[in-house]
Antibody, heavy 130, light 111 residues
Framework: QVQLQESGPGLVQPSETLSLTCTVS??????????WAWIRQPPGKGLEWIGR???????QYSPSLKSRLTISVDTSKNQFSLRVSSVTAADTAIYYC??????????????????????WGQGTLVTVPS | QSVLTQPPSASGTPGQRVTISCSGS????????VNWYQQLPGTAPKLLIY???QRPSGVPDRFSGSKSGTSASLAISGLQSEDEADYYC????????????FGTGTKVTVL
């Protein structure tokens, strides 16, 4: 049973960089069946996709955040990370990391799919004061 | 901004059937399968339905998903008090550089 755990500062000052790490346990971040994603949720609001990374380092970012965003992976530590630069109060949210199942095998054939988020971390609240 | 539209709320008494709609477009629901997530109060979201109508192991068969054209639905039959939660649909979207988009969310209340 894979588990994900976010870690990082709970308070970030405006204009600084938000940095979070997600540690994966119970499974390898380097397997070919999964991507690894970040999602956020402002207090009392809905979910927002931030982006995802494959163990090879290839990334896919939300267009609205792309200019401020870096997602990286450290396979030796079984971790992946998020950096959001130049933060404002609008970046205040619970940040979740999650596993995206993007490949499965049936019989002798394997298929790549668009993916679904099947395991989530508990989330960590990051506050940017106004 | 959410491109998948859900009703803000839905409710029912225990044992009733509740349906939640999710309206999208040809670039998301019309092209890809739909996933549903359940978020109990104060907890992280949990995968409830994947690939439109598949249930992960451990999810009761009271939950079912379907899709028609550019809309999808989640049905909860035999509503129980523990089903009181927020529910989000989600799908990939071709028009937004392969972005994963979530619905606006529906709060289900068990009366």
């Amino acid at each position: 049973q894979v588990q994900l755990q976010e870690s990082g500062p709970g308070l970030v000052q405006p204009s600084e960089t938000l940095s979070l790490t997600c540690t994966v346990s119970g499974g390898s971040i380097s397997d070919s069946f999964h991507h690894w994603a970040w999602i956020r949720q402002p207090p009392g609001k809905g979910l927002e996709w931030i982006g995802r990374i494959y163990y090879s380092g290839s990334t896919q970012y939300s267009p609205s955040l792309k200019s401020r965003l870096t997602i990286s992976v450290d396979t030796s530590k079984n971790q992946f990370s998020l950096r959001v630069s130049s933060v404002t109060a609008a970046d205040t949210a619970i940040y979740y990391c999650a596993r995206v199942t993007s490949r499965y095998c049936s019989g002798n054939s394997c298929y790549t799919i668009k993916g679904f988020l099947d395991s989530w971390g508990q989330g960590t609240l990051v506050t940017v004061p106004s | 901004q959410s491109v998948l539209t859900q009703p803000p709320s839905a409710s029912g008494t225990p044992g009733q059937r509740v349906t939640i709609s999710c309206s999208g477009s040809s670039s998301n629901i019309g092209s890809y399968t739909v996933n549903w997530y359940q978020q109990l109060p104060g907890t992280a979201p949990k995968l409830l339905i994947y690939r439109t109508n598949q249930r992960p192991s451990g999810v009761p068969d009271r939950f079912s998903g379907s899709k028609s054209g550019t809309s999808a639905s989640l049905a909860i039959s035999g509503l129980q008090s523990e089903d009181e939660a927020d529910y989000y649909c989600a799908a990939w979207d071709d028009s937004l550089n392969g972005l994963y988009v979530f619905g606006t969310g529906t709060k289900v209340t068990v009366l």
